[in-house]
T-cell receptor
Framework: GAGVSQSPRYKVAKRGRDVALRCDSISGHVTLYWYRQTLGQGSEVLTYSQSDAQRDKSGRPSGRFSAERPERSVSTLKIQRTEQGDSAVYLC?????????????FGPGTRLTVT | AQSVTQLDSHVSVSEGTPVLLRCNYS??????LFWYVQHPNKGLQLLLKYTSAATLVKGINGFEAEFKKSETSFHLTKPSAHMSDAAEYFCVVSEYGNKLVFGAGTILRVKS
């Protein structure tokens, strides 16, 4: 069946601009996660949402990152006032259950380059 | 606080020889541990996971990992490498709650 998809796959943004990254998860999955993957530094969770919650459950301290869930199987990661340090691969993952111990299904990622 | 250290950023083996990818973790509580694999231009795929059941965990594609609490290790092994195993591997730890912590990754190269 269809897996997790993300769009766009590549995004170039000028510093200071806002960007929005889309994730289409697997139908029926309840929890959506956003991760940032940086070369040589691993991945860190940015935010996640459970069930029908439209807003993210945890955000990065800077507050520039937020996730919305306009539909149950769609999540949008918004990055405000992008900085060059935001250049990374952003991964979306969904899980059929709540809690990190359950398997997460990852999308292919969106590579963001901030110039 | 949780953390994960993958001891080798690159590992190179010959096809047919054993694979060992090392991972050490730190966690305040009993963690759940995972290994994910990422092939070029593909998403992360779960290889196996440990969640306080048997300490020797078998995964897909012939991989397995052993949880050793005394050594705080969760090394990934495979008896015989295949060319298709060439990819980047991530060791991941999670305590209860909703947060995964990824290691920096190990790139596995398989020589013919």
């Amino acid at each position: 069946g269809a897996g997790v998809s993300q769009s766009p796959r590549y995004k170039v943004a000028k510093r200071g601009r806002d960007v929005a990254l889309r994730c289409d998860s697997i139908s029926g999955h309840v929890t959506l996660y956003w991760y940032r993957q940086t070369l040589g530094q691993g991945s860190e969770v940015l935010t996640y949402s459970q069930s029908d919650a439209q807003r993210d459950k945890s955000g990065r301290p800077s507050g520039r990152f937020s996730a919305e869930r306009p539909e149950r199987s769609v999540s949008t990661l918004k990055i405000q006032r992008t900085e060059q340090g935001d250049s990374a691969v952003y991964l979306c993952a969904s899980s059929p259950r709540t809690g990190m111990v359950y398997e997460q299904y990852f999308g292919p990622g969106t590579r963001l380059t901030v110039t | 606080a949780q953390s994960v250290t993958q001891l080798d950023s690159h590992v190179s083996v010959s096809e047919g020889t054993p694979v060992l990818l090392r991972c050490n973790y730190s966690s305040s509580y009993s963690p759940s541990l995972f290994w994910y694999v990422q092939h070029p231009n593909k998403g992360l795929q779960l290889l196996l996971k440990y969640t306080s059941a048997a300490t020797l965990v078998k995964g897909i594609n012939g991989f397995e990992a052993e949880f050793k609490k005394s050594e705080t290790s969760f090394h990934l092994t495979k008896p015989s490498a295949h060319m298709s195993d060439a990819a980047e591997y991530f060791c991941v730890v999670s305590e209860y709650g909703n947060k995964l912590v990824f290691g920096a990754g190990t790139i596995l190269r398989v020589k013919s």
